[in-house]
């Protein structure tokens, strides 16, 4: 017989089960009641039933735990005193998609080095979400692996399906059996269509190859995600914030039958990559959404403790501390400010309508 399987695969090393990562990282009471809660007030944003802004803020994407659980405390810091017109989220991404090579996440690969520890990174993401969640702060993640998520979802309020994988089968069926609300941003090259598919797709039941929490290869079979939303992240170097673009797929939802609620990403395309022009994406939609596109239900911002970003050097002593390795980000300082400024904003907006 000649040799014909597995010919460039180097090793196949076993993964602890998502059961025993739960047993051994178990879900609080506190932590629960933050989902819980977290994903409901969501939902009531979707459906228009709860009138704040969601803000989903934080790091490009989380290296260093550490560093990430001063920022969720920051950002807790503000979170009462901004509930009345914002409702804030922490970004906490652990799986970044490459476009050709280049650091994959925490989750892949948790010290940054090529050595790709997976069942390390599970670990680690598992606990830093439910630290942030036993703070009471919500969460929100991508997810890209379809596997991952039997590992740690059930500590995510808000899940994002990217521009990468929105147009995959794979990723529009995971998505319809989702526990939280998700959100599908439009294509790389700006494409609207392939996100309103999505969600249209992910609305319906599907079956497909996963999972279960032992781990074991099984048959999912989903009852439908109808909590699916358009997130707006720009493409090909043009933005599609603006009042037309916001229109324009808004017509395609109602053309397909779908709600008209979309998010704008302030950073990506949107903003050229370039932090302090998030600020002004965000000025500008909240301007739209006063003057009544209510379509417009909430935001991401890319933020870390510090502003920017850095390469990962081959020391990783090296690495500076709340600096973003992947996109740059604004700092936690001017973070706080365009927070505040924007629940100021709502507010005067709410008296004078009152």
Known sequence: MFPIQNLRVRA??????PRVLKGSLPLTAVANQTVYRSRLTIQQI???????????????????????LEYARCLRSLQDELAGELFLVMRAYFEKPRTTLGWKGLINDPFLDGSCNIQEGLRL??????????????TASEFLDAITPQYIDDLVSWAAIGARTTESQLHREMASGLSMPVGF??????????AVDALGAALHPHSFVG?????????????????????????????????????????????????????????????????????????NILEQRIRGTTAIIGAMLESNLFEGSQ?????????????????????WDTTEKLLRRSSLRLQEARSVES
Request: neutral net charge; hydrophobic residues 35%; charged residues 25%.
């Open 12 to 17: 196949v090393e076993r993964l602890v089960s």
């Open 46 to 68: 979707l459906s228009g039933e709860d009138k704040r802004f969601l803000v989903i803020v934080g790091p490009c994407s989380i290296h260093d735990p550490v560093a990430a």
């Open 125 to 138: 993401a598992r606990k830093l979400l439910l630290e942030i969640n036993e703070m009471g702060l919500p």
């Open 185 to 194: 941003k439009n294509g790389t090259d700006g494409s609207l269509q392939i």
């Open 211 to 283: 999972i279960d929490q032992e781990g074991v290869t099984s048959v999912i079979r989903t009852s439908g995600n109808p909590w699916g939303h358009v997130v707006l992240r720009g493409g090909h170097k043009r933005s599609n914030y603006d009042p037309e673009s916001i229109q324009e797929v808004c017509t395609r939802l109602s053309k397909a039958g779908l709600p008209q609620r979309v998010i704008v990403d302030c950073s990506h395309a949107n903003s050229a990559k370039r932090p302090a022009v998030q600020e002004a994406v965000l000025a």
């Open 311 to 331: 390469r990962i050097p081959e020391d990783r002593a090296q690495l500076r501390y709340g600096v973003s390795v992947t996109d740059p980000c604004l700092s």
